[in-house]
T-cell receptor
Framework: ETGVTQSPTHLIKTRGQQVTLRCSSQ?????VSWYQQALGQGPQFIFQ???????GRGNFPPRFSGLQFPNYSSELNVNALELDDSALYLC????????????FGQGTRLTVV | DQQVKQNSPSLSVQEGRISILNCDYT??????FLWYKKYPAEGPTFLIS?????DKNEDGRFTVFLNKSAKHLSLHIVPSQPGDSAVYFC???????????FGGGTRLMVKP
């Protein structure tokens, strides 16, 4: 059983650029959620995908968008990067039919300069 | 508007003693609560959870207590071990949908 994996682990981008982060779900999981963790804070929910559609969204602007693929892997896209987007981005997978915990990947550290 | 709060940014405990980490929430709709542990350069790791229909859940050295009337939960670690040193996050969700609202975390240091 493979865990949640994210790529890349680190990334440096320039303000105004666009970035795509990737996540492979844990085997058997059909739901993917993305979180942003700023330094010294707890993770903040960005959005969740189930059956390739957005299933819920936190308080993030539309320039944060995502995709879920038939194999349940997922992408997080951020357009028009701002300095405040610098954070650890975490992906979590779960099985929506089960009342169980979400499993997290190791995260992607994004630095916007 | 922080719906989940961990008011202690850090906690230091001697090895073998009890560690008590606290969490408060404001949203009455939350019905599922979880604790995650996070080491540097790793993602959060699930520790233990509790449904709102219960007031206690135990798993080995870890026990979570839920006081719904006070909107408060706590994580007890007994006995504490140096390997427990990490940042602990409390999280909550509505309808156990796994759209988690996290607290700000408490850094636990267990001294040998």
């Amino acid at each position: 059983e493979t865990g949640v994996t994210q790529s890349p682990t680190h990334l440096i981008k320039t303000r105004g650029q666009q970035v795509t982060l990737r996540c492979s779900s844990q085997s058997g999981h059909n739901t993917v959620s993305w979180y942003q963790q700023a330094l010294g804070q707890g993770p903040q929910f960005i959005f969740q995908y189930y059956r390739e559609e957005e299933n819920g969204r936190g308080n993030f602007p539309p320039r944060f968008s995502g995709l879920q693929f038939p194999n349940y892997s997922s992408e997080l896209n951020v357009n028009a990067l701002e300095l405040d987007d610098s954070a650890l981005y975490l992906c979590a997978s779960s099985r929506i039919e089960q009342n169980t915990e979400a499993f997290f990947g190791q995260g992607t550290r994004l630095t916007v300069v | 508007d922080q719906q989940v709060k961990q008011n202690s940014p850090s906690l230091s405990v001697q090895e073998g003693r009890i560690s008590i980490l606290n969490c408060d929430y404001t949203n009455s709709m939350f019905d599922y609560f979880l604790w995650y542990k996070k080491y540097p350069a790793e993602g959060p790791t699930f520790l233990i959870s509790i449904s709102s229909i219960k007031d206690k859940n135990e798993d080995g050295r870890f026990t979570v207590f839920l006081n719904k009337s006070a909107k408060h939960l706590s994580l007890h670690i007994v006995p504490s071990q140096p390997g427990d040193s990490a940042v602990y996050f409390c999280a909550a969700s509505v309808n156990a949908g796994n759209m988690l609202t996290f607290g700000g975390g408490t850094r636990l240091m267990v001294k040998p």
